[in-house]
């Protein structure tokens, strides 16, 4: 069965500083999703940015940016010029690219809350 | 436009009553979940389910029910209510070859007295 293990509980960075989130999974398969979603208090889930392990480039998306490192099973989340806004709780997220049976459901890491201080 | 949407977002009952929280996305999409968030902001799949096949966590208790009147909507039932189903619920809906990503619906805070 897949893992995601985000080890930071919780992260602090000032605003306009860059902040770098850890997340690991572990899988046997080659071919999967995975994704940054942003918690905010109000609770909503809002996705981040998502990156498809077939791919070697990075994704990114204005200022949050990702480093996939396959090999070593790491998806981490960079953002840039931290805003107040960014405030929130942060999950990594894995899916399997396969279809049928539970593959599609998104297994959770347990979240890292990030702290922007003004 | 709501995208998908829960109602109620926020549900108080008392321990043993049954309650349902109902789920509708807009985007045409072929596949819904419910998830649960605990009080330590962990969420885990319960259900999944298309118009071919429910898949339902080997860990939900069978006082929970996925219902699915169309292609649009998938409601959770839960029945004889206990104080540890105070969570927060999020329905999700994806489509199958395109891109894989779930979007949540704004949660259903439930409260178990």
């Known amino acids: 069965a897949q893992t995601v293990t985000q080890s930071q509980p919780e992260m602090s960075v000032q605003e306009a500083e860059t902040v770098t989130l850890s997340c690991t999974y572990d899988?046997?398969?080659?071919?999967?999703?995975l994704f940054w979603y942003k918690q905010p208090p109000s609770r909503q889930m809002i996705l981040v940015i998502r990156?498809?392990?077939?791919?070697?480039q990075n994704a990114t998306e204005n200022r949050f940016s990702v480093n996939f490192q396959k090999a070593a099973k790491s998806f981490s989340l960079k953002i840039s010029d931290s805003q107040l806004g960014d405030a929130a709780m942060y999950f990594c997220?894995?899916?399997?690219?396969?279809?049928?049976?539970?593959?599609?459901?998104?297994?959770f890491g347990k979240g890292t809350k990030l702290s922007v201080k003004p | 436009d709501t995208a998908v949407s829960q109602t109620p977002k926020y549900l108080v009952t008392q321990m043993g009553n049954d309650k349902s929280i109902k789920c509708e996305q807009n985007?045409?999409?072929?596949?819904m979940y419910w998830y649960k968030q605990d009080s330590k902001k962990f969420l885990k799949i319960m259900f999944s389910?298309?118009?071919?096949?429910?898949?339902i966590n080997e860990t939900v208790p069978n006082r929970f029910s996925p219902k699915s009147p169309d292609k649009a909507h998938l409601n959770l039932h839960i029945n004889s209510l206990e104080l540890g189903d105070s969570a927060v619920y999020f329905c999700?809906?994806?489509?199958?070859?395109?891109?894989?990503?779930?979007?949540f619906g704004p949660g259903t805070r439930l409260l178990v007295l």
């Open positions: 899988t046997s398969e080659s071919d999967y999703y």
């Open positions: 997220a894995y899916r399997s690219a396969n279809y049928g049976g539970s593959q599609g459901n998104l297994i």
């Open positions: 389910y298309n118009n071919k096949e429910l898949i």
């Open positions: 985007l045409g999409h072929d596949t």
């Open positions: 990156q498809e392990a077939y791919k070697q």
């Open positions: 999700a809906s994806s489509q199958q070859g395109l891109q894989e990503t779930q979007y």
